[in-house]
RNA sequence: GCCGAGGUGGCGGAACUGGCAGACGCGUAUGCCUUAGGAGCAUAUGCCCUUGUGGUGUGAGGGUUCAAAUCCCUCCCUCGGCACCA
């Protein structure tokens, strides 16, 4: 009989789709597993194969939880505010709204010929303002905490996409969008407190099982460290310096103060207009010159003032420098040329004072010695490890009020507005008599008005600002004359939330059902690309964790595990991208080879979290593997399979049990095509409950394929109601096996022996065995290792 | 520079707690079938040689061990992230 997959697939899904095959039962008494992938943004190319591969995996999961008894929740939505709609608009005058909706119908199409298990009656969109309205609802929460507020603030500003930027969509200086160079721009901005939950945030990495990869690039982000804000006075004045490195305070032989810091307008000193010439340039900078200009350090002297060590008295001179941050710390430094990089490369240009405060093992000449030591040169310190050091010192200056305890973190606040069209309107009246005053919960959500332009206006405000009669309305507090806020909310407004409100998508009263969040929360297992590390998955944290604080939510963290789809490469190795022409969109292969062969294929390229290049040939020899199955078990007719098939197929079940539950997904479909070569063998030995056993063990990766076999062998319920196999143990057990038989740790013979031989009669038998003797005769026999059922070692001189 | 992951045939990749390296697939070669094949089937396939009961082999070098892809040390390279964070 031919694999006809068209016909089969087809006839598959729409069977799924008439029986509600995919529907979550909210009623279960089964224990819950919330499965949950990334959701796409609707993009007008559709999905590619790459992007699939992470929603077949979590789909084989889906299924084979399903099949163990599990109530699976498995929902998927779309992404939708985002600047492709809106500049698409822009060009073609199209609104957003209906390129979306065009865009969707077109991704949920592919998704479905994918024969991917989503539940659809849960399915979300984050534009539509049934959704939105709760995202403005959680956006009015943070503000009436203090979590969300207005500043006039010099934020990374993208010319191209006309808009300001988070800290986190600046990658090398660029924007994270379009790859334009961002520059700096001073507008008034709404900003989240994500900082509030720094620590937070980073405790809760403990408790999660995330790749150590993810965990780790969250640390950084945050960059917690600990130390000491000392205080150095310079005439009249004091200036703060924060540093990790109190124990290195005698070493201190200058100040160093950032460009930006308004302390430098207070003093006075002589060389007043090299000074502003020095200042007037450093600003000018662009983010990109500042990081190529890492290595070549420059500053200057403030001539005329000096800063007094408050450990010692010493007077040093003061510098501005722009190596030095000023949104960091305090804006100001201590230099330790001595034991640190770049106060040495400084050091060594300006030819300044270095004094050495540290010993330990690994100084070297000619550098800064950066490690802990032993301190010398440090008074009263003399002697003391740098770790008691920085105690002792620290508490020396605390208690003549000179130093305090301090904990600074890289992370900075979430700059949350946007100048532009396509998002979520931040739902906040300004009134000149009440100043900024809520949206009234009854009013949300705040529509977002359809226009006819959505041009970005450049200027540093929302396009929303030139429509007047949606901008002016009434003060809800005083009701007299007011405007609303017309900046919009960023991309990753809507990503915050969403696996809330897929547990009560209809909810029109509240957020979502506490129940229902008590009983689907958290996600089990989360799966999409790691491009999202610092952004989605940092942000979605942060708003799960205040949502916490309220009692909205009854977990810590909102995704258990996460796991990372590694990229499906072009086959010219390349990422598949529409520019460069290469993407192959899953409705070709699907044409061509069939769904299952699609989803097999992809879980066989390699390791899951790996990026690997697609290889046109691969797909063929999966395809092969298929219709050699389909072949032979469509034309099984025995009832009953030999004790060796019903062994194969135990040990089958076994190894694929095991690797799936490890999301292992490659060698799963090894095991299978094993299998089959095994079979293809021995066909008149294989039997019905062997092929059912194989069947639904295949069936999460090639669902339409096993359906099929499984009716056609007289099956009247689905195959996706049956009872993921447990293999017995016992059929697995072998009689005998092969031992290797090793001399001086070269195999030189292979004995087939009963399971159990004992070391004394493998050592006999292998002493016996010609081919051995070869090796060991006239030789003495040092010792024997045995290691049970495996292998025997005879080591001779 | 720092942090993280990794380096196994011509290619993608297997290998439990140290115990037969190269499963499975691709590619290649030869043969069969075919009017034809970029279809199908069969067999072979790490490398080397003097073709054996041989040698050698998991980035390089060293070590531990009866035994190392796996453990330890030194180094090299690739990928991802951060990048003057005091």
Redesign the pocket.
């Known amino acids: 009989m031919e694999y006809n997959f068209k016909e089969i697939e087809k006839k598959w899904q729409d069977y799924w789709e008439k029986n509600n095959s995919y529907k979550t039962k909210e009623d279960s008494n089964s224990p819950k597993f919330y499965v949950l992938d990334m959701f796409p943004y609707p993009s007008g190319e559709g999905i590619h194969v790459g992007h699939l591969k992470g929603y077949v995996a979590t789909d084989i999961v889906a299924r084979m939880k399903r099949a163990q008894g599990f109530n699976v929740l498995h929902p998927i939505g779309w992404d939708a505010f985002g600047l492709p709609a809106e500049n698409y608009a822009i060009k073609h005058g199209i609104h957003p709204e209906i390129t979306t909706a065009k865009n969707i119908s077109n991704i949920k199409r592919q998704m479905k010929s994918a024969g991917l298990s989503y539940d659809w009656e849960r399915e979300l969109n984050t534009t539509d303002p049934e959704y939105y309205k709760w995202t403005q609802w959680i956006f009015l929460k943070l503000f009436e905490n203090g979590l969300a507020y207005k500043k006039l603030l010099p934020i990374n500003w993208c010319p191209s996409c006309k808009t300001g930027l988070a800290?986190e969509e600046v990658?090398?200086g660029k924007c994270e969008r379009c790859g334009t160079e961002t520059g700096k721009k001073d507008i008034d901005q709404w900003v989240l407190k994500i900082t509030d939950y720094a620590d937070k945030l980073l405790e809760g990495l403990d408790d999660i099982d995330w790749?150590?990869?993810i965990k780790?690039?969250q640390?950084?982000?945050i960059?917690r460290?600990e130390?000491w804000e000392i205080k150095f006075s310079i005439g009249s004045k004091e200036i703060s310096?924060?540093?990790?490195?109190a124990d290195t305070l005698f070493g201190c032989t200058y100040l160093v103060i950032?460009p930006e810091h308004p302390l430098i307008n207070e003093l006075e000193f002589k060389n007043k207009e090299e000074v502003l010439e020095y200042i007037d340039r450093a600003k000018n900078k662009s983010e990109r010159e500042?990081?190529s200009?890492?290595k070549d350090?420059t500053g200057v002297e403030l001539k005329g003032i000096k800063a007094i060590n408050p450990v010692n008295g010493k007077e040093i001179a003061v510098f501005v420098a722009?190596?030095?941050?000023?949104?960091?710390?305090?804006?100001?430094?201590?230099a330790?040329p001595a034991h640190?990089?770049?106060d040495f490369?400084f050091a060594q240009k300006y030819d300044l004072e270095i004094i050495e405060v540290i010993n330990g093992k690994n100084k070297k000449e000619g550098t800064a010695f950066i490690e802990d030591g032993t301190l010398f040169n440090s008074g009263d310190f003399d002697g003391l490890n740098s770790e008691e050091a920085r105690e002792k010192i620290g508490e020396f200056l605390r208690k003549k009020g000179k130093a305090e305890k301090k904990i600074?973190?890289?992370l900075r606040d979430w700059v949350f507005s946007r100048q532009r069209y396509w998002g979520e309107p931040i739902p906040i009246i300004h009134c000149e008599k009440c100043g900024m005053v809520v949206v009234p919960e009854n009013e949300l959500p705040v529509k977002l008005p359809y226009v006819e332009k959505y041009q970005p206006t450049g200027t540093g405000e929302s396009p929303l600002a030139a429509i007047s009669e949606w901008v002016n309305v009434k003060c809800p507090e005083c009701g007299g004359e007011a405007k609303r806020e017309t900046n919009t909310m960023p991309q990753w407004a809507g990503s915050c939330w969403y696996y809330l409100r897929y547990l009560d998508n209809n909810n029109n009263k509240e957020i979502f059902d506490k129940g229902k969040e008590k009983k689907w929360m958290p996600v089990d297992l989360y799966v999409g690309g790691?491009?999202h590390?610092?952004l989605h998955l940092l942000y979605s944290r942060f708003w799960h964790k205040f949502m916490y604080d309220l009692g909205i939510v009854s977990t810590k963290e909102p995704f258990y595990s996460l796991r990372n789809v590694g990229l499906i490469m072009a086959p010219d190795g390349q990422k598949m991208s529409k520019s460069k022409g290469n993407v192959i969109p899953p409705d070709i292969i699907i044409d061509e080879f069939g769904a299952d062969t699609l989803r097999c294929y992809e879980m066989?390229?390699?390791?899951f979290d790996?990026?690997?290049?697609w290889?046109p040939?691969?797909v063929?020899?999966?395809?092969?593997?298929l219709?050699?199955l389909w072949e032979i078990f469509s034309e099984c007719q025995n009832e009953k399979s030999s004790k060796e098939v019903i062994a194969e197929t135990h040990k089958l079940n076994k190894k694929v049990s095991e690797?799936l539950s490890k999301m292992?997904f490659?060698?799963p479909?090894?095991f299978f095509?094993?299998f089959?070569?095994f079979i293809?063998e021995r066909k008149e030995e294989l039997g019905k409950e062997e092929i059912k056993r194989v069947l639904v063990l295949l069936s999460p990766f090639a669902p339409h394929l096993c359906e099929d076999l499984w009716e056609k062998m007289g099956n009247k319920t689905s195959i996706m109601i049956e009872k993921w196999p447990k293999p017995d143990l016992n059929l697995i057990k072998e009689e005998t096996v092969?031992l290797?038989v090793?001399v001086?740790?070269?195999?030189?013979e292979?004995m087939d022996i009963n399971v159990g031989t004992s070391k004394e009669d493998a050592e006999k038998m292998a002493k016996e065995n010609e081919?051995v003797k070869?090796?060991v005769d006239g030789k003495e026999i040092v010792?024997v290792?045995f290691?049970q059922d495996?292998?025997i070692?005879i080591?001779i001189k």
Do not use: C
């Open positions: 800290n990658v090398d790749p150590e990869k780790e690039m640390k950084n982000w960059g460290s130390g310096v924060f540093t990790t490195r950032a500042r990081i200009e890492v350090k722009d190596y030095v941050l000023y949104h960091y710390g305090t804006g100001a430094v201590m330790v640190d990089i770049r490369e600074n973190y890289k790691a491009e590390a610092v066989f390229m390699g390791p790996q990026s690997i290049g290889n040939q691969g063929k020899g999966v395809y092969r593997f219709i050699k690797d292992k490659n060698t479909i090894a095509m094993e089959m070569n293809s092969s290797v090793q001086n740790g070269k195999v030189r292979k081919r070869k090796w010792e290792f290691v495996k292998l070692n080591v």
